[in-house]
C-alpha cells in the first residue's frame, strides 16, 4: 500500500520527517472523514489471492520473477518469498451476479499464472501453507528481489535484536527459527476487500472482527508446517509469530504484535488509523514526493505505515475514486479451488454486512477478548473448536461448536448479500457450498491430514507430503470444491 520502496536503510532524519509527514496525514484524514458523504458509494468488492509456486517434486520453486515476466499482466505480483505469488482482481460494485464476474476473472488470472509456472518448471498450489516447506529451504536465499521486501525485514530483525522464533503446540509440535521475515512467506491468504461508508464503517468492521473465527473454521486449509502437523489453520499462528518483535514476557505483554485485530473494537474509523500510527514504529519512513492523486490526498505515508501493520481486520484508506474507505479481511486462507474461493468470499462479505447492523446489541456485553480467544480455538480445532457467542436468550455468551454457528450465520450473511443488490441465486449456490463443506466437516486442512496419514502407512512423512501434494494439485485445478473431492 502506498509509495514505491527503493531503499533499504534509512537514518534517524528520515524517521524525523516520516513521523511528521504521518501527524499530517492523520489530520487531513480527520478533516476528510468530517466531511458530509465523504466516500459515499455502494458497497464495492475485491480480492488477493495469494498462492505457492512448487517444482516437479512438489517442494518449493523458487521462480517467480520468471512467472511474473511470463504473465505480463499488471494484476499479478510477487509477494514476500521467491516461491509465493498473488494475483489481484478488479474493484467490483457488490451488485447482481457479482461473484461470477469475480469468478471469470480468477479464471482468467490463474490461468495465466498456471502457464507462466508451467513454463518455468513449477504448478501453483492454492493452499494456506506450503505442505512441503521445511527449515532447510529458508536456510537458502528465498527472498524475492525486492527492496521493500529487504527493507521491512531488515528494520524487523534491528527492532527484534534476534532471529525471528516460531513455537506452536498442535497435534505436532513445532519450534524453528530464521534470521529474517521469509517464514512469512509460508503463509497465503486471500484477502477480501469491502468498500463501506464512514458512517457504516464502524458497525461492519466491528462485524467483521466478530466474524473472523467462523470464517477460519469453515475454511482451514492449513495443517502442515516444517514437516509436522499442527493446527487446522495453522497460518494464523505462524503469521503472528513471523513477525513479531516483541522478545520476553513483559514485551509481549505491554505491546501488540504487527499481526492482531489491533485495538479491537471500533468507535469510528479514525480511532484505527490513530491507534496503528502510535503503537507501531514506522519501519520503511519514506517521505512522498506528491501530496495528491487526481486533486485527491494521497497520504502515502499513512497508507505505507499501515501496509506494514498487518490486522486481521484492516482499516484501508484509497485516494482512487474521490478517496474512500476499505476493510480489508485477512483471516481466510487461500484455496482449495478457485470455487471455495468464492464461496469464502460470499461468506466474508455477507457476514460483514448481515451482522452489521446487529453489533450495537450484541456488543454491549460481549467483552473482545472472547473475539480473540475464538480465533485461536477456531485456527486450532476449525469446526470442531468450542466458541463463545453472544445469544439473545441468555445467557451471553454462550458456548456452541463452530460448526454450529457457521451454519446459524449462512442465512445473516445470504440476508446481507442480498440487501445490498447482490443476486439472491447467486448468494444461494456460494453459500451452499460453504454450508455443504461444514456439514461434511471436509474442509482442505481435513482433506490435507487424511492423505498424509493414509500414505504415511507405507512412506516417511517427507514423501508422503509430497505425494499429498501431488494429488490435491489436480483437483485444485479441476475446481470442484473441496467437501466433493472423492479421496
Not at 156 to 182: W, Y
Not at 262 to 290: Q, T
Not at 399 to 404: G, I, W
Request: with cysteine; aromatic share 6%.
Amino acid at each position: 500500500m502506498g509509495i514505491q520502496v527503493d531503499r533499504e536503510e534509512f537514518t534517524a532524519e528520515d524517521h524525523a520527517q516520516f513521523a511528521v509527514r504521518l501527524r499530517q496525514n492523520l489530520e487531513v484524514l480527520q478533516e476528510m472523514l468530517g466531511r458530509p458523504g465523504f466516500g459515499a458509494s455502494e458497497p464495492s468488492t475485491g480480492v488477493e489471492v495469494e498462492m505457492h509456486l512448487v517444482d516437479a517434486a512438489f517442494q518449493p520453486a523458487c521462480v517467480n520473477q520468471a512467472v511474473l515476466a511470463q504473465v505480463a499482466d499488471a494484476r499479478c505480483t510477487v509477494e514476500i518469498d521467491a516461491f509465493n505469488f498473488e494475483l489481484n482482481s478488479e474493484p467490483r460494485t457488490l451488485t447482481g451476479r457479482v461473484f461470477g464476474q469475480l469468478g471469470d476473472e480468477l479464471t482468467e488470472l490463474l490461468d495465466k499464472v498456471r502457464a507462466g509456472a508451467a513454463a518455468n518448471g513449477a504448478s501453483v498450489l492454492l493452499a494456506g501453507t506450503l505442505p512441503t516447506l521445511t527449515s532447510e529451504h529458508l536456510q537458502h536465499p528465498v527472498f524475492s528481489d525486492s527492496p521493500r521486501y529487504r527493507a521491512m525485514s531488515n528494520a524487523l530483525r534491528k527492532q527484534r535484536g534476534a532471529p525471528f522464533t516460531v513455537n506452536i503446540e498442535g497435534r505436532e509440535s513445532l519450534s524453528t527459527s530464521c534470521n529474517d521475515l521469509a517464514l512469512e512467506g509460508a503463509n497465503a491468504s486471500l484477502q477480501v476487500h469491502l468498500r463501506v461508508s464512514a458512517a457504516d464503517f464502524a458497525d461492519v468492521y466491528n462485524a467483521a472482527q466478530l466474524a473472523a473465527a467462523p470464517l477460519v473454521a469453515a475454511s482451514s486449509n492449513s495443517p502442515y508446517l516444517d514437516g509436522k502437523c499442527l493446527w487446522e489453520e495453522t497460518r494464523i499462528a505462524l503469521f503472528q509469530q513471523a513477525t513479531d518483535t516483541r522478545r520476553g514476557e513483559h514485551a509481549r505483554r505491554s505491546r501488540l504484535a504487527r499481526v492482531s485485530f489491533g485495538p479491537g473494537f471500533a468507535h469510528d474509523a479514525l480511532d484505527l488509523f490513530r491507534y496503528n500510527a502510535a503503537a507501531y514504529e514506522p519501519l520503511m519512513p519514506v517521505v512522498s514526493k506528491r501530496d495528491t492523486v487526481d486533486g485527491v490526498p494521497a497520504l502515502d505515508e499513512l497508507r505505507l505505515h499501515l501496509g506494514t501493520v498487518w490486522n486481521w481486520n484492516r482499516a484501508v484508506y484509497d485516494p482512487s475514486c474521490g478517496g474512500h474507505l476499505r476493510i480489508e479481511h485477512r483471516v481466510v486462507a487461500s484455496g482449495p479451488t478457485r470455487l471455495d474461493m468464492l464461496a469464502n468470499t460470499a461468506f466474508t462479505l455477507g457476514l460483514s454486512l448481515g451482522l452489521a447492523p446487529l453489533m450495537p446489541s450484541w456488543l454491549k456485553d460481549f467483552p473482545f477478548a472472547w473475539v480473540e480467544q475464538n480465533l485461536y480455538s477456531a485456527a486450532k480445532h476449525g469446526l470442531d473448536a468450542q466458541l463463545a457467542w453472544p445469544s439473545h436468550r441468555g445467557p451471553s455468551p454462550r458456548l456452541c461448536r463452530a460448526r454450529e454457528i457457521v451454519l446459524e450465520l449462512l442465512p445473516i450473511a445470504e440476508k446481507g448479500l442480498v440487501r445490498h443488490g447482490v443476486d439472491r441465486d447467486e448468494a444461494a449456490d456460494l453459500l451452499a457450498i460453504v454450508k455443504e463443506r461444514a456439514e461434511s466437516g471436509q474442509t482442505g486442512a481435513a482433506v490435507q491430514r487424511r492423505w498424509v496419514t493414509r500414505f504415511e502407512h507405507d512412506l516417511p512423512r517427507p514423501r508422503a507430503l509430497a505425494r499429498m501434494v501431488g494429488e490435491y494439485l489436480p483437483r485444485s485445478a479441476e475446481d470442484v470444491p473441496v467437501h466433493r473431492w472423492q479421496l
